[in-house]
Protein backbone atom coordinates (compact mmCIF):
# COMPACT_ATOMS: atom_id res chain seq x y z
CA UNK A 1 0.00 0.00 0.00
CA UNK A 2 1.43 3.20 -0.77
CA UNK A 3 0.64 6.41 0.53
CA UNK A 4 0.14 9.66 -1.60
CA UNK A 5 1.01 13.09 0.09
CA UNK A 6 -1.20 15.86 -0.07
CA UNK A 7 1.21 18.56 -2.12
CA UNK A 8 0.36 21.67 -2.73
CA UNK A 9 1.05 22.64 -6.60
CA UNK A 10 3.88 25.32 -6.86
CA UNK A 11 3.13 28.43 -7.51
CA UNK A 12 5.17 30.79 -9.65
CA UNK A 13 5.73 34.31 -8.24
CA UNK A 14 6.38 35.58 -11.72
CA UNK A 15 3.25 34.58 -13.67
CA UNK A 16 1.15 35.58 -10.42
CA UNK A 17 2.78 39.06 -10.73
CA UNK A 18 2.26 39.22 -13.96
CA UNK A 19 -1.38 38.69 -14.19
CA UNK A 20 -2.12 40.43 -11.47
CA UNK A 21 -0.35 43.44 -13.06
CA UNK A 22 -2.36 43.28 -16.22
CA UNK A 23 -5.94 42.74 -14.38
CA UNK A 24 -4.62 46.05 -12.72
CA UNK A 25 -4.00 48.23 -15.61
CA UNK A 26 -6.92 46.78 -17.18
CA UNK A 27 -8.92 48.15 -14.53
CA UNK A 28 -7.05 51.22 -14.44
CA UNK A 29 -8.07 51.68 -18.09
CA UNK A 30 -11.17 51.56 -17.19
CA UNK A 31 -11.09 54.14 -14.19
CA UNK A 32 -9.31 56.41 -16.10
CA UNK A 33 -6.31 56.25 -13.59
CA UNK A 34 -3.29 59.01 -14.08
CA UNK A 35 0.56 57.25 -13.53
CA UNK A 36 0.28 59.24 -10.36
CA UNK A 37 -3.42 57.76 -9.39
CA UNK A 38 -1.90 54.19 -10.08
CA UNK A 39 1.55 54.61 -8.67
CA UNK A 40 -0.40 55.71 -5.11
CA UNK A 41 -2.88 52.73 -5.30
CA UNK A 42 -0.10 50.07 -6.04
CA UNK A 43 1.76 51.50 -2.60
CA UNK A 44 4.26 53.80 -4.57
CA UNK A 45 6.76 51.48 -6.25
CA UNK A 46 9.52 53.34 -7.18
CA UNK A 47 9.05 55.45 -10.85
CA UNK A 48 11.41 53.03 -12.81
CA UNK A 49 9.84 49.84 -11.48
CA UNK A 50 6.23 51.13 -12.25
CA UNK A 51 7.09 52.52 -15.64
CA UNK A 52 8.75 48.86 -16.32
CA UNK A 53 5.41 46.96 -15.31
CA UNK A 54 3.37 49.28 -17.31
CA UNK A 55 5.42 49.22 -20.07
CA UNK A 56 4.54 45.29 -19.73
CA UNK A 57 7.97 44.62 -18.61
CA UNK A 58 8.18 41.18 -16.53
CA UNK A 59 8.20 41.18 -12.94
CA UNK A 60 9.43 38.65 -11.41
CA UNK A 61 7.29 39.18 -8.13
CA UNK A 62 5.49 41.76 -6.32
CA UNK A 63 5.44 42.41 -2.70
CA UNK A 64 3.04 41.11 -0.48
CA UNK A 65 2.03 44.67 0.01
CA UNK A 66 1.40 45.06 -4.13
CA UNK A 67 -0.19 41.67 -4.54
CA UNK A 68 -3.07 42.73 -1.66
CA UNK A 69 -3.90 46.21 -3.08
CA UNK A 70 -4.11 44.77 -6.84
CA UNK A 71 -6.72 41.90 -4.89
CA UNK A 72 -8.50 44.79 -2.82
CA UNK A 73 -9.19 47.01 -6.10
CA UNK A 74 -10.07 43.64 -8.32
CA UNK A 75 -12.51 42.78 -5.58
CA UNK A 76 -14.14 46.54 -5.41
CA UNK A 77 -14.30 46.15 -9.29
CA UNK A 78 -16.36 43.29 -9.02
CA UNK A 79 -18.49 44.54 -6.59
CA UNK A 80 -19.39 47.42 -8.00
CA UNK A 81 -19.96 45.19 -11.36
CA UNK A 82 -22.51 43.13 -9.33
CA UNK A 83 -23.51 45.99 -8.19
CA UNK A 84 -24.49 48.40 -10.41
CA UNK A 85 -26.04 47.88 -13.36
CA UNK A 86 -23.73 49.00 -16.72
CA UNK A 87 -20.29 48.68 -16.80
CA UNK A 88 -20.47 52.24 -17.20
CA UNK A 89 -21.93 53.05 -14.11
CA UNK A 90 -19.81 51.05 -12.13
CA UNK A 91 -16.63 52.86 -13.51
CA UNK A 92 -17.92 56.10 -13.04
CA UNK A 93 -19.12 55.87 -9.41
CA UNK A 94 -15.65 55.44 -8.20
CA UNK A 95 -15.44 59.20 -9.32
CA UNK A 96 -18.85 60.52 -8.21
CA UNK A 97 -18.73 62.06 -4.49
CA UNK A 98 -20.09 59.63 -1.84
CA UNK A 99 -22.69 60.93 0.91
CA UNK A 100 -21.66 57.63 2.76
CA UNK A 101 -20.12 58.61 6.28
CA UNK A 102 -17.15 56.39 4.89
CA UNK A 103 -16.28 58.68 2.41
CA UNK A 104 -17.43 61.95 3.94
CA UNK A 105 -18.50 63.81 0.69
CA UNK A 106 -15.69 61.97 -1.46
CA UNK A 107 -15.20 59.89 -4.32
CA UNK A 108 -14.29 56.34 -3.56
CA UNK A 109 -11.60 57.26 -5.90
CA UNK A 110 -10.51 60.09 -2.81
CA UNK A 111 -10.84 57.66 -0.44
CA UNK A 112 -8.31 54.53 -1.83
CA UNK A 113 -5.38 57.69 -2.84
CA UNK A 114 -4.99 58.38 0.35
CA UNK A 115 -2.69 55.47 -0.10
CA UNK A 116 -2.78 53.28 2.89
CA UNK A 117 -3.45 49.98 2.28
CA UNK A 118 -6.66 49.81 5.07
CA UNK A 119 -8.45 52.94 2.69
CA UNK A 120 -8.72 50.42 -0.18
CA UNK A 121 -10.24 47.60 2.54
CA UNK A 122 -12.21 49.91 3.84
CA UNK A 123 -13.93 50.72 0.50
CA UNK A 124 -14.04 46.90 -0.37
CA UNK A 125 -15.91 46.24 2.59
CA UNK A 126 -18.17 48.75 2.11
CA UNK A 127 -18.84 47.69 -1.32
CA UNK A 128 -19.50 43.87 0.41
CA UNK A 129 -21.63 45.59 3.22
CA UNK A 130 -23.88 46.72 -0.02
CA UNK A 131 -23.98 43.36 -1.55
CA UNK A 132 -25.11 41.95 1.50
CA UNK A 133 -21.90 39.91 1.93
Do not use: C
Not at 10 to 24: D, G, K, Y
Amino acid sequence: MTLHSTQQPQLNPERIANAALRAFFNLSGHWHLSAKEERTLLGSPPESTFFKWKAGKLATRLSRDTLERISYLLGIYKALNILLPSPRAADEWVHKPNAAPLFNGQSAIERMLAGSLVDLADVRRYLDVQRGM
